[in-house]
């Protein structure tokens, strides 16, 4: 029975697409084709156009390809069955868009007389294998803030702020695109880092939607993180996932391009969705555990007819979804984006977000002894029910627009120009102490007020230039930055609780007072950098890097005749890496690399101290086992000195030769394992201690990390069983056992002897259904309700138990 199906730029009915397919299933053995209807003409196929077709199903994606470019498609139902498509994003014509649909899939098209296509199998070539298509063709159309094509990135800007294919980067880079992240349906944002290689979550005690990680055995407390490119506060920031394009990290250090304002050991960069010129629609709806609620908008499209004033639209409302006892909140996110082409050769985009948070109490955070372990872990140790313990409101407001110009000579100017305002009011009930013998935990009210303030420019200059034989791909750039914050910290005593029976509410013992002297700070930066990819044929490339960073920091507190602390930093971050590349599909590579960031504070004699460096060495492979699956592989030595410490001559006051080391090996395969089967894989060793300090024992792991991890993600589309709408996940991430802060064997009212944070193995999963235009997806976390803690200096936080979110999604 030959039964087939065709259709054109105009949506079926459902209707008539019920009666349509019946009939073809009870033996109508005749091909169908369109009614007469004006579709593109053979000579307008030829013209390009944008597409934004996304990786799944076969059929879902040729339905889409057919409405986008006004065709006609012939093929059986049986021919698409199964197989799964890369989709198509970026401007092509209409041949050059359906090849890369079909890429890879067992499927050719052949044109029709007067338009059209007709699908068929692809020939067998000799030795049984099937047409396949050059890497480059995948490259071609990703950009290093566009799509991620399944799982496997290509491209990537974070670690060169040039779109440079990571098989050329001497660095490692891990991309998550905005397709893993729906898949994976993290309850927050920074638990992904269970699926990545030398990466961990970190349990600020701060914003419930901040992220924040360890990076290669470093804590960051948030400083790590840059949002297209811009460096910010992520221990403040809030960061929603509906605008968000893909999230890089960059392991390693990152002062060679962007200073030494925050981690020393990585970069955690948010590239956000851009408009796009073709229209899209999507609305989805969230239903889950702990009595979340949300809905998201993704819109994007022209503005005008030729496409040169694009949008793109997103917003988000969330409500609850916090898995301790006694909490609710809501927060609510809209970021307008404008992209116009000025000319062929200029562009401008302008790029709003608005969040506002209205934040309960905290989530649960945990006083160091092995009690803590015994606990349920959604109680509530805080007080949310009394005013002083309801927690507050968090507001940010972020402007940024970049303008490139492409000059005469090929080479591109961008001028970029970043502003981010947070604003938060907090007051919460915090455990201080414990007495194991009496089991009660001594608790404060804790008002925290603060600001952050960060203005930002950058000015580039990029091309592409031959001299002898080799080629140049550089990068000039100058960056001003200012940074300022604040914050007024009070505490009141508030009734102790026993752990093993809470009793609500409290009640404050004693007035409000000011802990700490309310204090301003802040930062003004000016740097230059340099960068030089270089190509000299056969196979070898080098990377060449500096910046050299003038940093200027004050701080005064708001006392009347408080004086205002001014200290000033230089310093000169290099990189050099070199990459050989004896095939297509292979990147050898080994790279050094250096970092600083400022030291805060004198020692006895009033002198400021030396910033802190870090220095990287690191050898790996890039290797594409096929042409949709990579497998990274990284070998890597980081130092970091400089580190203050504890003067023993003269206890009270520091001195900065404290010296820390992270020595480990990473492993990640990303892609298309086959047809219908997408794949992150990861797993880490890494031995991060102490090798230097007066106070700290050398030879004590540092907190939080754990020595071996490693995640497998799968996302098995169900084709093959007669279901290809149909697609499941199965995820398993382990982590050994953590020290939880430092020393490792202390004791004291914060601390006990030899607490560890337990390993864990968890187990995610989920069942989407995608019909197109619309698609429900349940996704389930921690399966076997595993008790999970996260490391943040001496306390760690639990995560959440078993938990399940229904969405619904609809394009329109």
């Not at 084709?33 to 944008?50: I, K």
């Not at 920031?237 to 391009?257: D, H, M, W």
């Not at 880490?684 to 020595?707: F, M, S």
Request: glycine share 10%; net charge negative.
């Amino acid at each position: 029975m030959n039964t087939s199906k065709s259709f054109h730029g105009l949506r079926m009915k459902p209707l008539a697409s019920l009666v349509q397919a019946t009939l073809l299933s009870i033996g109508l053995g005749t091909t169908l084709h369109a009614p007469a209807f004006a579709q593109t003409s053979v000579a307008n196929q030829q013209a390009e156009q944008s597409y934004n077709i996304a990786a799944g199903p076969l059929g879902a994606a040729l339905e889409q390809f057919a409405r986008t470019a006004n065709v006609n498609l012939s093929y059986s139902q049986g021919l698409v069955a199964g197989k799964q498509s890369q989709g198509a994003r970026g401007n092509f014509n209409t041949q050059a868009a359906l090849d890369m649909i079909l890429s890879n899939t067992g499927v050719e098209a052949s044109t029709q007389q007067g338009g059209g296509f007709v699908l068929r199998a692809a020939p067998v070539r000799s030795g049984g294998t099937l047409p396949t298509v050059s890497v480059a063709a995948q490259a071609e159309q990703e950009s290093a803030t566009g799509p991620v094509i399944g799982y496997r990135a290509t491209q990537s800007s974070t670690a060169t702020r040039s779109d440079i294919a990571l098989r050329d980067t001497p660095q490692s880079v891990t991309v998550i695109g905005e397709q893993a992240i729906k898949d994976l349906a993290p309850r927050a944002l920074d638990e992904i880092a269970d699926y990545i290689a030398g990466v961990d979550k970190e349990g600020v005690q701060g914003n419930p939607y901040a992220i924040s990680f360890y990076l290669r055995g470093f804590n960051t407390a948030g400083a790590a993180s840059a949002y297209n490119g811009f460096r910010e506060s992520g221990f403040e920031t809030p960061q929603s996932a509906v605008n968000i394009e893909r999230i890089e990290f960059l392991k390693g250090p990152a002062s060679v391009l962007y200073g030494g304002a925050g981690s020393l050991s990585g970069l955690v960069n948010i590239v956000t969705k851009r408009p796009e010129a073709e229209t899209s629609r999507t609305l989805e709806t969230t239903i889950g555990s702990f009595g979340l609620l949300g809905t998201s908008l993704d819109s994007t499209g022209s503005l005008n007819e030729d496409g040169s004033v694009r949008y793109r639209l997103t917003a988000d409302l969330q409500k609850d979804g916090f898995f301790a006892d006694q909490l609710s909140g809501n927060s609510t996110m809209v970021s307008p984006v404008l992209a116009w082409d000025i000319s062929e050769d200029t562009t401008v985009e302008f790029e709003l977000l608005t969040q506002n948070i209205d934040r309960p109490g905290r989530e649960p955070f945990f006083i160091r002894h092995p009690d803590f372990f015994k606990l349920p872990t959604d109680i509530q140790l805080g007080d949310p029910t009394n005013p002083l313990g309801a927690g507050g409101k968090l507001t940010r407001d972020l402007a940024r627009i970049d303008f490139t110009h492409k000059l005469e000579n090929g080479w591109k100017f961008r001028q970029g120009f970043y502003a981010n305002n947070v604003y938060s009011d907090d007051s919460t009930i915090q455990g201080t102490s414990y007495d194991p013998t009496t089991n009660l935990l001594t608790r404060r009210v804790r008002q925290v007020e603060s600001y952050d303030r960060s203005r930002i420019s950058q000015t580039e200059l990029s091309g592409l230039e031959q001299t002898s034989n080799i080629a140049h791909n550089w990068l000039v750039g100058f960056e001003y930055g200012k940074i300022t914050t604040g914050f007024n910290f009070r505490v009141a005593p508030y009734t102790p609780l026993n752990i093993f029976n809470p009793q609500y509410p409290g009640q404050a013992t004693g007035p409000i007072v000011e802990l700490l002297p309310g204090t301003d700070s802040g930062s003004n930066t000016q740097a230059i950098y340099f960068q030089d990819l270089m190509d000299f044929g056969n196979g070898f490339k080098a990377l060449l890097g500096g910046r050299y960073d003038e940093l200027e920091t004050f701080s005064q507190d708001r006392v009347a005749g408080s004086t205002k602390t001014e200290k000033s930093d230089s310093a000169f971050s290099p990189r050099a890496g070199l990459v050989w590349q004896p095939r297509d599909d292979v990147s050898y590579y080994a790279s050094w690399s250096k970092s600083f960031t400022p030291n805060s504070g004198r020692d006895i004699n009033g002198n400021d101290f030396d910033p802190q460096e870090g220095e990287q060495y690191e050898i790996g492979v890039k290797y594409d086992f096929t042409p949709r699956m990579t497998i990274n592989a990284a070998l890597f030595d980081y130092t970091r000195q400089n580190v203050s410490t504890t003067d023993p001559a003269n206890i009270g006051f520091n001195i900065a030769v404290g010296e820390q080391q992270s020595q480990g090996f990473e492993l990640e395969v990303f892609g298309e394992v086959m047809p219908g089967w997408e794949m992150i894989a990861s797993y880490n060793y890494i031995d991060a201690k102490i090798t230097q300090d007066n106070r700290l024992p050398v030879g004590d792991q540092l907190a939080g990390v754990p020595e071996n991890a490693f995640g497998l993600f799968n996302k098995f589309n169900l084709g093959r069983f007669g279901l290809s709408r149909w697609s499941i996940t199965a995820g398993v991430s382990y982590a050994d056992a953590r020290v939880s802060g430092l020393p490792n064997d202390p004791a004291g009212p914060l601390t006990a002897a030899d607490v560890e944070l337990p390993s864990y193995t968890k187990l995610d999963a989920g069942v989407i259904y995608d019909a197109g235009d619309w698609s429900v997806r349940l996704s389930g976390a921690n399966l076997t309700d595993e008790n999970i803690y996260d490391g943040y200096i001496s306390t760690f936080a639990p995560r959440a138990g078993r938990s399940f979110n229904l969405t619904y999604s609809t394009n329109f």
